[in-house]
Every structure is written in C-alpha cells, then in structure tokens.
C-alpha cells in the first residue's frame, strides 16, 4: 500500500515537472517569436504621441533646448526658482550672470524663455519622462515630432505666421516639417490645444499631456502667441531631422557660455543629473546615476514629483523624485470640466491611460 502511495506522489511529481518545463518551453518560445525592436523599449509610441503633443509645434531651436534640458530635471528646479526669483535679468546681464552658476549650458539658455522654464519647472513628472524617453529613443522622439506636425498641417491648423515660419521638404510620410522664428532671435513660445490642433486625437487611452499659461483662453482655435522674447544667442539648439538627432550651434553656443567649442553634437552629461536615476536599462548602464546630490539637494526637491501625475492616481515612473507633495491645478481631456487640485491658474496633464 505504501509502495503504491509513493509510486504514485513519485508519477504526480513527474508530471507537474514535466507541465512545468513545457510551460518555460513554451514561455521562451513566444519570448523568441516577439519582434526584437520591441524589447526593452520604455516607452510606446502611445507615450511618445503623448507627451510631445504640447511642445512638437515648438519652433525647431527651441524645441531642440527643451528636449536636452529635460534630460537634467533637478537644475532645471533651480534655474526657474533662479528666473522667478531675478525676473529683470535680461539680454547681456542674463548671460553674465549665468556665467556664475553650475548648470548645464541647455539648462543656462532656458533662463532666457522664462515661459517655457516655469512650464518644466511646474511639471516635474512630465519633463522627467520626456527626458528619459529622449534619452533611450531618441530617433523615436523625433520621428514623432515630425508626424504630429504632419498631422498638424494636414488640419490645417500649422501655417505661416508673423511669429512662427513653416517649410516643408520632400512629401508623404517622408516630408520634414521645420519650423522657425519668423524674426531671427525673437522666439514667440506657442500655445495650442492638443487635443484637437492635430485633428480627433487617435489614442483614447492616452490623451495628451497639455498646458495653459494663466493668460490663455482654453479652447482657442489654432495657436496662439504671447509676447515675443529677444534671446540674442542664448538658445544654441537645432534639429538636425535628417539624422534624427540635436545639434549645438558652436557660435551661438561660444557667444552666450563665452567659451571656444568647435563640435555641433550634442552629448548627456550624466554629472548634471544629480543622481535623478534613468528609467532606461540600457541608458542607466551607459550613464550610471551620475553624481548623487548631497542630502540638502534631495531636500530642496522633496515633495515635488506629484506635479504633473496623471489624474487616475497612478504611482510615479521608477526613478521619480523622491517624496510626496501637492500640485497645481491639473485638467485632464478624460474629463474637461474637472479639477483634480487646486491653486494654479495652467496645467499638463495627460489623460492617464494604462501603464
């Protein structure tokens, strides 16, 4: 009887032995048969569309400025507390005084778009993100950028202007849209609704991230322009879309950090991180956490990374700011009407969607 007994715990453990080595067969099969350009990606392309939406109609500079300084989200805190705290400092006086602080020089030349660095500075979750994912993606981000223009002007709602001139090269899904200042140096930071600039927006799921500044009506149709800003040579991006990829303009950049750089690429530099960590595997190992930031540093950051998270409650992305505060205001298209928190007077805030 007892001989039966074993026989038969000794069959059922070769069973579930076998289900379990059939079961990682099968696993490791389905892993093999996956598109390889799929693994390991940090973001889809939902994400990509989502979070580009409110700064793909940036003119091409600017655009380039922005997308390199996300990629240092604790110094750009400390340039717009800077900026807030020296709203007079402007022209040759600007880049004297920039000349005194440790930031990264794509940090440096934000000072001179007040707008866009209290925008980055509000929505901490967001810049974070789009910095990461410029980081791992970066032919996506600006393959993205060029499709949202495309979609754009396909509704008509991306043409010519007194502050902003368009021109296109070669047609279909290869033509490349840029986009420039229509007064050399004189930038206008453009504003717009994206859930309806680029046509009925495709991905229910995920709603794209927005922002209002306090003077902007919601609900304007086209883009709308404030007051334009004279940055002589402190924004010293470019897009180089044939390449995919940011470029420095070594005059503009010499003029403004007075220094005597020659190279036009540009390259992370993984010290101006601060220890924020990367949310890429493959960019973590490439750059490491850079240098941690001393407990003073985490400090003056704590409680800032609730700004800017989706209004489903969702945690923040591994790597986030450490600790837990309050935001501004935040819209979400998922339901217009409704104001998750209060006290500010603009927003980016995505819809949620699954992650």
């Known amino acids: 009887m007892v001989g039966a007994h074993s026989i038969k715990i000794r069959s059922t453990r070769a069973w579930l032995y076998c289900l379990l080595c059939g079961v990682l067969w099968l696993s490791a099969a389905w892993s093999e048969a996956q598109p390889p350009q799929a693994a390991g990606k940090s973001f889809k392309q939902e994400e990509l569309d989502q979070l580009l939406a409110p700064i793909a109609l940036y003119p091409d500079d600017l655009l380039a400025q922005v997308l390199m300084a996300s990629t240092y989200p604790l110094e750009v805190v400390e340039a717009a507390r800077w900026s807030k705290s020296n709203p007079g400092i402007k022209g040759k006086a600007l880049e004297e005084a920039m000349q005194t602080q440790p930031w990264d020089p794509s940090v440096k030349a934000l000072t001179a778009v007040p707008r866009v660095l209290d925008m980055m500075n509000e ?31 396909e509704a008509g709602h991306l043409n010519s202007s007194k502050e902003l001139t368009v021109k296109t090269e070669g047609s279909g899904d290869q033509t490349i849209i840029i986009l420039e200042p229509a007064e050399p140096e004189v930038f206008y930071v453009p504003v717009y609704d994206p ?19 306090p003077d902007y009506r919601p609900g304007r149709p086209g883009i709308w322009f404030g007051a334009g800003i004279i940055v002589g040579g402190a924004i010293w991006g470019g897009c180089d879309w044939h390449h995919h990829r940011v470029q420095v303009n070594p005059l503009k950049y010499n003029e403004f950090n007075r220094t005597k750089i020659n190279q036009t690429d540009w390259h992370h530099n993984a ?13 973590q190992q490439r750059y490491g956490q850079g240098r941690a930031p001393n407990s003073q540093s985490r400090e003056n950051y704590r409680g800032r990374v609730e700004q800017g998270r989706p209004s489903t409650g969702a945690a923040p992305q591994p790597g986030a700011f450490d600790g837990v505060g309050k935001g501004p205001e935040v819209r979400s298209y998922s339901n217009r009407g409704a104001v998750s928190r209060g006290g500010f007077g603009g927003g980016m805030r995505g819809g949620g969607g699954r992650r």
Do not use: C
């Not at 709603?207 to 209002?212: F, H, I, R, V």
């Not at 101006?272 to 990367?278: C, K, Q, S, T």
């Open 123 to 153: 929505q901490l979750s967001w810049m974070q993100k789009l910095g990461d994912a410029f980081l791992a993606q970066q032919e996506e981000v600006m393959n993205t950028v060029q499709a949202l223009r495309r979609k754009a002007q």
């Open 195 to 213: 859930a309806s600039i680029y046509g009925t927006w495709w991905y229910p799921a995920y709603p794209p991230y927005y922002w209002y500044p």
């Open 271 to 283: 010290e101006h991180r601060r220890g924020v960590a990367y949310r890429d595997p493959a960019v």
